[in-house]
């Protein structure tokens, strides 16, 4: 008999890592990669490398797996509403559909007294001019879908040289954006819910995130906070997961002001890249949490067994483009674990990998992380 088979839109490290923890828990994975060949997808047990938009994939793909899920948020909304006809979608493709445009998600999160920065959604020059006036201070003009690691973004001081409304938009080169507040920013931080199909929804400890170039850098857990900033965190992202109605892993992202208010971010409705460390730091991976949720087994315990680093592993290391460093010195820090992604070639900003460091004090973890940063030219 043969095993059952989860389907899996996209073919990044998050499907590969999933994947991996579906082969030991008994399950295989179709991967259906949408195009790319990469490498990542390989652990999967059946690949499909056909366009989205590949009849015969979708033939394929709905009728060997028997529930699917996003292994990344931009997969276009018609094919998972497509798939959703024919066997079930986890998480839900409402939410799905949310959390990929940023109207949509930043109204929906107004719409449910979640905090978030002031906003204003513009489609023309003159919705921006007025935006501008509205909203005092710099802002960020974003684009509304297929944002992520900065991209689509463009940062609008409030000084002397500030351009027209006019000049801006036509810089930015698109016909619908968001025009965000940028805040005074003390921290960032993320938190990873569960949500099961019988509704019950679990968090794990917060990350203190930092990132470089608009790119997540390290990850922190448990994060430098009070026990009580630490649990209303917590409790707003419990809220985000309820309001979408959700099914499975995901992580929601937020500023801390230097005033002490605590806005979110984003949301991200699969296994989130600051949620890494729980492969080798907590009790159930955010992986294993994903499959649990999906195959309506009950979810796993959340606890930090140990205080942990993550550290992103960027192309910009590599020594050519199919060359990877020594790895040596990680090998040599107790505690340490090297995560590759196997993806065939290395670009400058590209995630190939990552490192985490469990160690008894957050701080022996954070001085390890720092020594390999050093070693490996990581600014």
């Known amino acids: 008999m043969d095993e059952p088979c989860i389907g899996v839109l996209g073919g990044g490290q998050l499907g590969r890592m999933l994947a991996l923890e579906a082969r030991r828990m008994g399950y295989r994975v179709m991967m259906w990669t949408g195009g790319d060949n990469s490498g990542a997808a390989r652990f999967a047990d059946h690949i499909l490398l056909d366009r989205f938009d590949s009849e015969s994939a979708f033939e394929v793909f709905t ?34 559909g949310i959390c990929q445009d940023r109207e949509k998600e930043k109204t929906f999160l107004r719409s449910n007294n979640i905090p978030t920065t002031a906003f204003e959604i513009v489609k023309t020059a003159a919705e921006l001019k007025i935006a ?4 005092p201070g710099d802002v960020i003009l974003k684009t509304v879908k297929a944002g992520y690691d900065g991209k689509g973004q463009l940062l609008v001081k409030d000084d002397a040289e500030r351009q027209p409304a006019e000049n801006i938009w036509a810089e930015f080169g698109s016909d619908h954006a968001i025009v965000e507040k940028r805040i005074n920013l003390a921290a960032e931080l993320s938190v990873i819910c569960v949500s099961g199909q019988d509704g019950e929804v679990i968090t794990y400890d917060p990350a203190e995130n930092e990132h470089t170039n608009h790119i997540l850098d390290i990850s922190i857990v448990p994060a430098r906070l009070s026990p009580e900033l630490q649990k209303e965190v917590q409790d707003i992202a419990a809220n ?12 929601v992202e937020f500023f801390i002001d230097k005033d002490g208010t605590l806005l979110v971010n984003e949301i991200a409705p699969r296994p989130h890249n600051s949620g890494h460390h729980t492969i080798d730091a907590c009790a159930t991976s955010q992986f294993e949490q994903q499959l649990r949720a999906i195959c309506g087994l009950p979810l796993g315990s959340t606890k930090l ?3 942990v680093v993550m550290l992103n592993l960027l192309g910009d290391i590599w020594e050519a483009p199919s060359t990877p460093p020594d790895w040596t010195p990680i090998h040599k820090i107790p505690g340490a674990k090297l995560h590759l ?28 992380a720092n020594y390999i940063k050093r070693i490996y030219g990581i600014q």
């Open 132 to 135: 501008l006036e509205n909203i």
């Open 305 to 307: 067994i140990q205080p």
């Open 63 to 96: 009728s060997t797996a028997c529930v699917a899920t996003v292994e990344f948020e931009n997969i276009p909304r018609e094919l998972i509403d497509r798939v959703s006809t024919k066997i079930p979608v986890m998480p839900p493709t409402e939410a799905v």
């Open 341 to 368: 992604y196997g993806k065939q070639e290395a670009r400058a900003s590209r995630k190939m990998g990552h490192v985490t460091f469990t160690a008894n004090t957050v701080e022996d973890a954070l001085a390890h």
């Open 240 to 251: 985000v997961t309820r309001a979408l109605k959700y099914v499975g892993v995901m992580g």
